[in-house]
């Protein structure tokens, strides 16, 4: 669990200091915050591998900040804190798309141990689409480990992060991607503010796909937001 970051939105100071010293206990990089609107910002603005979010907050609650994370198409692994009093907000959880929960009173290993089981499960995930040879979407036909790129069976010259960029699309078909999560998945952390620099590639990215194939629209903007891959192509792992 080393070196990844989890934010825990929490609005009773004591659970939150609880938890968040006990994340650092397993070197994981963590914040906290009490308020629910202020977290959205921060789940928006930055990348956060897991996010441990309180059902009832003042304000923006648990519930209306993982609805919102969804509708955007972030995937980020929701952990719940709910009461235990209430069914209904389990199931809520649940359905809104929070990926597990835990409900109150809770042990810390009880959520330490849900919190390594979501990192894990997503670790895995990303092995398993690394471990395929090649995918194909639309007209496009990308071989992952060579970082070779055919399109229309004839091979398209792109530089590595143009490259990694569609990539990052097509993995998540359908996904918006703020400029700043861009950033962060090609560029690594601490290039916030080159915002810029994602446009400039991302159109070199499509004026390369659109010369070689002017049939499909393949990165789409999301205007106010950011851009996503055209999710009426299915991918296909060719092994
Ligand atoms: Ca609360």
Not at 18 to 40: N, V
Not at 145 to 168: N, Y
Not at 219 to 230: A, Q
């Amino acid at each position: 669990m080393e070196g990844k970051r989890v934010l825990v939105v929490e609005d009773e100071p004591d659970i939150g200091q609880l938890l968040i010293m006990h994340l650092k206990d397993r070197g994981i990089d963590c914040q906290h915050f009490q308020d629910g609107r202020q977290a959205l910002i921060e789940l928006r603005r930055s990348h956060w591998d897991l996010v441990i979010l309180d059902l009832r907050l003042n304000g923006v609650d648990g519930l209306e900040i993982c609805r919102t994370l969804r509708q955007e198409g972030n995937a980020l692994p929701v952990l719940m804190l709910t009461a235990k009093s209430s069914e209904l907000d389990r199931v809520l959880g649940l359905e809104i798309g929070a990926d597990d929960y835990v409900t109150k009173p809770f042990s810390v290993v009880e959520v330490m141990a849900r919190v390594h089981a979501l990192l894990r499960r997503v670790d895995l995930d990303r092995q398993k689409s690394n471990g395929c040879v090649a995918l194909r979407v639309g007209n496009i036909w990308i071989d992952e480990a060579r970082r070779r790129v055919e399109v229309h069976s004839k091979a398209i010259e792109l530089t590595p992060k143009e490259f990694d960029l569609l990539l990052c699309f097509v993995c998540a078909p359908g996904q918006v991607f703020r400029r700043v999560q861009l950033l962060d998945q090609v560029w690594g952390f601490g290039y916030e503010g080159y915002e810029h620099t994602v446009n400039s590639h991302i159109n070199r990215l499509r004026t390369k796909l659109a010369q070689a194939d002017d049939s499909v629209e393949y990165v789409i903007t999301v205007w106010g937001v950011g851009y996503k891959f055209n999710d009426n192509l299915s991918l296909e792992h060719v092994a």
